[in-house]
């Protein structure tokens, strides 16, 4: 495995004090925030992760507009965006080549007490995920406990915000490990589909390829969104809307998205099989794989 690189990003947002540089590189193995960062104390911050294909940085725009979006929501300052995009470029042309790398870049709220939130972009060789867009992953359905609507009557439980707050997306992982899964699909407890842990929902059903409508309290995925151009571009029906958990069931296809595995094609739902639609899923990935920005 290649060593990952670390870089702090010191001039990070708007409204602070000026910083004498825009970044620095640092030690990835040194101990590096302080106990007292509200990211590690309450999980309070936002962060984003981008796929590196053969030294692109995929979606780069759709992952900086989202974090700028979270940011507004946990009322963060915003992040200067041209900023983490240097840092960003500048973290991924320090590390040494590879087919496949993870760009993840983080702003917490910082030390407590302080109000200065802290910013790093961190550049590292993820898992490989060829086999499950090859053979396919088993899901089950899991309720998420929350209204389809909770992002409009409840904004401040921060639904379709990227938080650090991933605990709960990592108690489901095990969850569905104990009924013999790999992942989850969370559907609404008025039973609309929502998205994964770690991913967005493409169901394919009577010619047409559907996701649910972003008003549900989902992040707005930047791997379903690059998809679906993909799938116009090929001549099919692309569409957002309300998708009902019982629509799940006889699909002809279902996929999960996400920047740095694409389009793991899901081959059983809650015990029951699931088509792969093979062709399909084939050319969405190296499509999705062939992406240079
Ligand atoms: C909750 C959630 N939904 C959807 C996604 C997919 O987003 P993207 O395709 O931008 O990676 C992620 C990615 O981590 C996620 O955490």
Not at 1 to 14: C, G, I, Q, R, W
Not at 208 to 224: H, V, Y
Request: charged residues 20%; contains cysteine.
């Amino acid at each position: 495995m290649s060593t990952p690189v670390l870089f702090f990003v010191d001039d990070l947002a708007e409204g602070l004090e000026p910083s004498a540089q825009r970044f620095h590189q640092a030690d990835p193995t040194a101990a590096q925030i302080n106990v007292l960062d509200l990211s590690v104390t309450r999980g309070d911050g936002i962060f984003e992760t981008a796929g590196v294909q053969h030294g692109s940085i995929m979606a780069l725009d759709a992952h900086l507009t989202r974090f700028a979006h979270s940011a507004a929501m946990l009322d963060l300052p915003q992040p200067r965006l041209e900023v983490w995009a240097a840092a960003i470029r500048a973290a991924v042309a320090a590390h040494e080549p590879a087919d496949m790398l993870s760009a993840k870049f983080i702003m917490t709220r910082g030390i407590e007490g302080t109000g200065v939130p802290v910013g790093w972009v961190y550049v590292f060789e993820g898992d490989e995920h060829d086999h499950e867009r090859e053979h396919g992953i088993s899901v089950v359905t899991l309720d998420r406990g929350y209204r389809h609507d909770v992002a409009q009557t409840s904004p401040w439980l921060l639904q379709g915000a990227k938080t650090l707050s991933y605990a709960v997306n990592k108690a489901v992982l095990r969850e569905a490990a104990r009924r013999g899964a790999e992942d989850v699909i969370f559907v609404s407890s008025d039973g609309f589909v929502l998205e994964g842990p770690t991913s967005s929902v493409i169901l394919l059903r009577d010619g047409r390829f559907s996701t649910p409508a972003l008003d549900q309290g989902i992040l707005a995925g930047t791997t379903q969104a690059d998809a679906f151009t993909i799938l116009e571009a090929q001549g099919h029906t692309v569409e957002y809307r309300q998708i009902r958990a019982d629509e799940l069931v006889g699909a002809d296809g279902l996929w999960l998205l996400s920047s740095t595995r694409c389009a793991a094609p899901v081959r059983e739902l809650d015990g029951a099989p699931v088509p792969i639609a093979r062709e399909i899923s084939d050319a969405l990935n190296t499509a999705l794989l062939a992406r240079t920005k």
